[in-house]
């Protein structure tokens, strides 16, 4: 698959990230914080589809079963998630000790798990999509939260739902590639 699929799927992933930390944003973080959140979420989701590749290389090998099927189920799950909570009212917004931005970093990167589980289907070299998603991930993150101040929250929410909706249609172009 070409870069320009890997880099939707970047962005798309990065939509929870971005979402989340326009939120967090106006709780007017230090510059400090900005940076190391937005380093720990990119290390994050660096990592996460390299762990998810290697084990689902393994499922592949236990369970037969077409990758690209993998893929869209996959990317489908996340997108309507991504959709689901997008509707969500409540975000309980509350910072944040370093504990605290490890958590964060990793529950906004574990869908980069999941998507790993793909990642041999989606590209040939998994590392360049882990770096793609790396970049992608500091970069949203760190544009939410400094935008954060300034953006509405239905931003915030419009961005995770549309998000999940380009997830959901990589995932059927997969389906009948």
Not at 70 to 81: A, E
Not at 108 to 119: A, E, T
């Amino acid at each position: 698959m070409d870069l320009i699929t890997v880099v939707l799927i970047a962005v798309s992933l990065s939509m929870d990230a971005f979402s989340l930390s326009l939120a967090y944003g106006t709780l007017g973080l230090s510059k400090r914080d900005i940076y190391l959140l937005s380093t720990i979420v990119g290390v994050y989701h660096f990592f996460m589809p390299l762990i998810g590749m290697y084990i689902g290389y393994w499922l592949l090998r236990v369970i037969p079963i077409s990758p690209n099927i993998i893929v869209l189920v996959v990317l489908g799950i996340i997108g309507i998630q991504m959709i689901i909570s997008s509707f969500n009212e409540s975000r309980e917004i509350k910072i944040m000790n370093l504990i605290e931005l490890l958590f964060f970093g990793l529950a906004v990167s574990l869908d980069s798990f999941s998507v790993g589980l793909g990642l041999r289907t989606i590209y040939e070299i998994p590392v360049v999509c882990s770096i793609i998603f790396m970049c992608s991930s500091f970069l949203f993150t760190y544009l939410g939260l400094n935008l954060g101040k300034t953006i509405n929250n239905k931003l915030g929410k419009t961005a995770t739902m549309l998000g999940g909706i380009m997830l959901i249609f990589i995932g059927i172009f997969y389906l009948f590639k």
